[in-house]
């Protein structure tokens, strides 16, 4: 079992298809939460994921709550990404169906989503001031590597 990344309301359809490129690459599931600021057919969406997108394994859901109630995710299973997480992304064990979620690329996790699990809030640290927030498809990228860490090193 691998780790699965989620986009909850993922804006840009550029970002999108590099994690879903990301993925293939990791054989990991891309799940997708409405709304989406793009369609799936978007052009650039598969630009983005170039000629993997046919074997990205995806799942849509129309919204967070259809999410887990079909789901119905463990909370040491969910991670969610913020900038203002109080703990960085290295502390945890990431269990190998682990849940890597993360919130549109201008506002973030929906702040019920972020209320409802602040416990399992990580960051990516940074070492300068001067960069707000880091790109969504890079941030993925490194949650993806650093959640399969153990089992690479297996």
Not at 4 to 20: D, K, Q, R
Not at 114 to 121: F, G, L
Request: hydrophobic content about 40%; overall charge negative; proline content about 7%.
């Amino acid at each position: 079992m691998r780790p699965a990344i989620v986009l909850v309301h993922p804006e840009i359809p550029g970002n999108t298809g590099s994690v879903g490129r990301t993925c293939v690459a990791l054989d990991m599931e891309l799940v997708l939460i409405h709304p989406l600021g793009f369609t799936i057919s978007d052009t650039r969406l598969k630009r983005a994921g170039l000629d993997y997108w046919q074997h990205i394994r995806l799942a849509e859901f129309p919204n967070w709550e259809a999410f887990v109630a079909e789901r119905a995710p463990r909370a040491d299973q969910m991670f969610l990404f913020e900038e203002y997480a109080p703990r960085s992304f290295y502390e945890p064990d990431y269990p190998e169906d682990a849940y890597l979620v993360f919130g549109c690329e201008t506002k973030g996790l929906p702040e019920e989503i972020v209320a409802a699990h602040r416990e399992q809030m990580v960051n990516l640290p940074m070492c300068s001031d001067k960069v707000r927030s880091l790109n969504l498809a890079n941030t993925a990228t490194a949650a993806a590597y650093q959640a399969l860490r153990g089992q690479f090193m297996r």
